[in-house]
């Protein structure tokens, strides 16, 4: 089955700097990655995916590049702000969409005002 | 509109107790997921159901764990004879299609004595 491995596991940075989050997977019939927000005694939240036939994708300050060769990606955050310190969790899945989600250990961002 | 919900939202266990998680996904969805979630850790999947049919309950991790969803919306996870280790944060979500993102609950926190 599908194996999802996220680095790092905490990081802290400062207000208004860049943060990087980065994921690999192990099966190459995945099509489909959901990067989740969720905050302490939350429920996650989707802030973002990208199907396999893309190979980056933009909203906002948030943006996900996927590499399929390499099987890997990665969720980036821009101009930082307190409020996006959270728990961040990748997610793969070779099912499209509404299949099971195999996800990362989570990586919690800690931003510094 | 409503998102998903989950009831209870806390519950305390003693070992050896039966437990019912009950789960009630946004209305008209179709496809309905029950997670895991360890502290610290990235939710697991459980299994999934596709209106009234469990298409997959491979990621129950014994026979004491039992999901329905007898009418194709409301669905209650089961767990007979709880153990210490089942202590965990049960997720549901569901999706309107098998393609289409999925949207999580709150979740059920059990804590087994």
């Known amino acids: 089955g599908e194996n999802v491995e996220q680095h790092p596991s905490t990081l802290s940075v400062q207000e208004g700097d860049s943060a990087v989050i980065k994921c690999t997977y192990s099966d190459s019939a995945s099509n489909y990655f959901p990067w989740y927000k969720q905050e302490l005694g939350k429920r996650p939240q989707l802030i973002i995916d990208i199907r396999s036939n893309v190979g980056e994708k933009k909203d906002q300050r948030i943006a996900v590049t996927l590499n399929k060769t390499a099987k890997h990606f990665s969720l980036h955050i821009t101009e930082t702000q307190p409020e996006d310190s959270a728990v961040y969790f990748c997610?793969?899945?070779?099912?499209?969409?509404?299949?099971?989600?195999?996800f990362g250990g989570g990586t919690r961002l800690m931003v510094k005002p | 509109g409503a998102g998903v919900s989950q009831s209870p939202r806390y519950k305390v266990a003693k070992r050896g107790q039966d437990v019912a998680l009950r789960c009630d996904p946004i209305?008209?969805?179709?496809?309905l997921f029950w997670y895991q979630q360890a502290l610290g850790q990235g939710p697991e999947f459980l299994t999934y159901?596709?209106?009234?049919?469990?298409?997959?309950k491979s990621g129950l991790p014994s026979d004491r764990f039992f999901a329905e969803r007898p009418e194709g919306s409301v669905s209650t996870l089961k767990i007979q004879r709880t153990q210490q280790e089942d202590s965990a944060v049960y997720l549901c979500?569901?999706?309107?299609?098998?393609?289409?993102?999925?949207?999580f609950g709150p979740g059920t926190r059990l804590t087994v004595l």
């Open positions: 997610a793969a899945t070779p099912g499209g969409a509404g299949n099971m989600l195999t």
């Open positions: 209305s008209g969805h179709v496809s």
């Open positions: 979500a569901s999706s309107l299609f098998p393609a289409n993102e999925q949207f």
């Open positions: 159901f596709q209106n009234e049919a469990q298409l997959d």
